[in-house]
C-alpha cells in the first residue's frame, strides 16, 4: 500500500533562533541562526483539549543531514532559494541546542538583498523548517499550570517526541507562529495522521468535531478503538483499501493541506 506523505512545518521566531547576518573573517555576510531546538517543549494546538506538546530529540537530523540536500529558502517558497547544501552555499549542524544554520548570502540574487534588508528592517521574524517525520514516539506527561487565582494545577497532556525527522528545507519566514486556528489545526491534524491511532483523534474530536473525518485518512471506522486495529509502523497509516481512502484524503486535503502522492 502507498503511504501518505505529510509535509510539516515547524518555526520560531528570530529572538529565539540568535539568527544574525554577519561577516566572515573575509567580511563577507553570512546568515546565521537556529532553526530547530533539541528538547524543547512547544505546544502545538491547545496540548489540554485537542492538541498536544512536541519535542525534537537530539540526532533526530542525523540521518537527513548524511543523506540530504537542503536548502534555505524564503517563506517556504521554492522560487527564492537562498542556499543549497550541495552548493556548498549553506551549511546544516547538530549542536547541543539544536539544528544550526549558516548561510552564504549571494547579493548577486535580488530576493537576498531584499531578504537583508526585511531582516534588519523587521519585516521578516521567524526562522522555520520543512520536514516529514520518519519515527516519532507518543506519551502521557504532567503540566504544572498557574491559574489566575495563583495555584498550580496539574493537568495531563500527551507529548510527541520527533525521534528521527527527514529535513526538506530552512526558511526566513514573515510569520514566525501560527496566525490562527486553522494553521494549528493543520498542524495536528498531519501528526494524527502520521499516528494511525483511533483513539487519539476520537478523544480530541470532543473538543473539535472536524478532526473526525481524520478516520477516513488512516484507514479506520468512527467507534472502532485501538485495540480492534493493527498496529502500524512508524511512519506508516493502516488502510481500508486504496480508492477509498485515495478519495478521502482528495476529499480532506483542501481543509488540510495534506500533501497527497504523486
Do not use: C
Not at 247 to 258: C, E, I, K, N, P
Amino acid at each position: 500500500m502507498p503511504t501518505v506523505t505529510l509535509e510539516e512545518r515547524r518555526s520560531l521566531a528570530l529572538a529565539a533562533t540568535g539568527a544574525e547576518i554577519r561577516a566572515d573573517g573575509e567580511g563577507v555576510e553570512r546568515f546565521r541562526g537556529l532553526a530547530s531546538p533539541f528538547n524543547v517543549r512547544a505546544p502545538i494546538g491547545n496540548p489540554k483539549t485537542w492538541g498536544f506538546y512536541e519535542e525534537f530529540s537530539f540526532g533526530a537530523y542525523t540521518k537527513t543531514l548524511a543523506e540530504g540536500d537542503q536548502r534555505m529558502l524564503i517563506d517556504h517558497a521554492s522560487y527564492y532559494v537562498v542556499s543549497r547544501v550541495s552548493a556548498g552555499s549553506l551549511n546544516l549542524a547538530q549542536a547541543a541546542r539544536g539544528l544550526d544554520v549558516d548561510s552564504a548570502m549571494d547579493n548577486e540574487l535580488s530576493y537576498v538583498r531584499d531578504l537583508k534588508a526585511n531582516l534588519r528592517n523587521g519585516n521578516i521574524t521567524g526562522m522555520s523548517i520543512g520536514f516529514y517525520v520518519v519515527k516519532d514516539q507518543w506519551s502521557l506527561i504532567e503540566v504544572e499550570e498557574l491559574g489566575d487565582d495563583g495555584k498550580i494545577r496539574v493537568f495531563e497532556a500527551e507529548l510527541r517526541t520527533v525521534l528521527e525527522a527527514r529535513l526538506l528545507e530552512v526558511s526566513a519566514v514573515t510569520f514566525p507562529a501560527f496566525v490562527d486556528t486553522e494553521a494549528e489545526l493543520k498542524s495536528v491534524s498531519h501528526a494524527l495522521v502520521m499516528r494511525g491511532d483511533v483513539g487519539a483523534v476520537e478523544r480530541r474530536a470532543v473538543h473539535r468535531p472536524e478532526l473526525r473525518d481524520l478516520l477516513q485518512v488512516i484507514g479506520r471506522e468512527p467507534g472502532e478503538t485501538t485495540r480492534d486495529a493493527v498496529p502500524s509502523e512508524p511512519g506508516e497509516t493502516t488502510r481500508k483499501g486504496v480508492d477509498e481512502i485515495d478519495l478521502a484524503m482528495r476529499g480532506l486535503s483542501a481543509r488540510y493541506g495534506l500533501k497527497l502522492p504523486a
